[in-house]
């Protein structure tokens, strides 16, 4: 069974769209949570950190749900360049390992 | 400039050719990582350094090794490549009480092992 679980997509929504994205992680030791953006196929950068608060940043919002195990990001009001490859990443404290999911892609279609 | 850089950015060699991917980051981090990315799987780590000659094996790293004998070096070193190793392979970096935080990843090196 994969750590993180990602829908690969793609996604393809128009300009202004609000689109979401979930991650499922299977390990319940699991502490720290991220969002990576990679743009065709360079390095991978981190989008925002997830809290268990929630948390927002400008038009994206991220969620951590520790009961059902999974996190979400929201991006409102598309723009064109959001297009990319979204990473879901889980962080195993004790182990200090982290966990790539396979991404999400996606499509901001003018 | 704050950065990770490795080197090569493209190779392509041959079965049982030892090769070294070097990595090298300027900004004082103590974590030190290794990934490879391949379609459908996604970043995959191979090993990780929480500090100089302080090594751990990730997910994947059988096929590989490396060496931390400077904190700011953290070379991967195939010693005898298979055509199954040919991937996109990324090194990274975070501090460590941001361990949990930001990776700063290096450029990618695109390996091809005919």
């Known amino acids: 069974r994969k750590e993180v679980e990602q829908d690969p997509g793609p996604f393809n929504v128009p300009e202004g769209a609000t689109v979401a994205f979930n991650c499922t992680y299977s390990?319940?030791?699991?502490?720290?949570f991220f969002w990576y953006r990679q743009d065709c196929r360079k390095e991978p950068k981190l989008l925002m950190s997830?809290?268990?608060s929630g948390n927002e940043d400008g038009r994206f919002t991220a969620q951590l749900n520790r009961a059902s195990q999974y996190i979400s990001l929201l991006i409102r009001d598309s723009k064109l360049s959001d297009s990319a490859t979204y990473l879901c990443v889980v962080n195993l404290y004790t182990g200090n390992q982290f966990y790539f999911g396979t991404g999400t892609s996606l499509t901001v279609i003018p | 400039e704050a950065q990770v850089t490795q080197n090569p950015r493209y190779l392509i060699t041959v079965t049982g050719k030892k090769l070294t991917v070097t990595c090298s980051q300027n900004?004082?981090?103590?974590?030190m990582s290794w990934y490879r990315q391949d379609p459908g799987l996604g970043l995959r780590q191979i090993y990780y350094s929480m500090n100089v000659e302080v090594t751990d094996k990730g997910d994947v790293p059988e096929g590989y090794k490396v060496s931390r004998k400077e904190k700011r070096n953290f070379p991967l070193i195939l010693e005898s490549p298979s055509p199954n190793q040919t991937s996109l392979y990324f090194c990274?970096?975070?501090?460590?009480?941001?361990?949990?935080?930001?990776?700063?990843f290096g450029p990618g090196t695109r390996l091809t092992v005919l």
């Open positions: 390990n319940s030791a699991s502490q720290s």
């Open positions: 990274a970096s975070s501090t460590l009480a941001g361990v949990t935080d930001t990776q700063y």
């Open positions: 997830v809290y268990s």
């Open positions: 900004m004082n981090h103590e974590y």
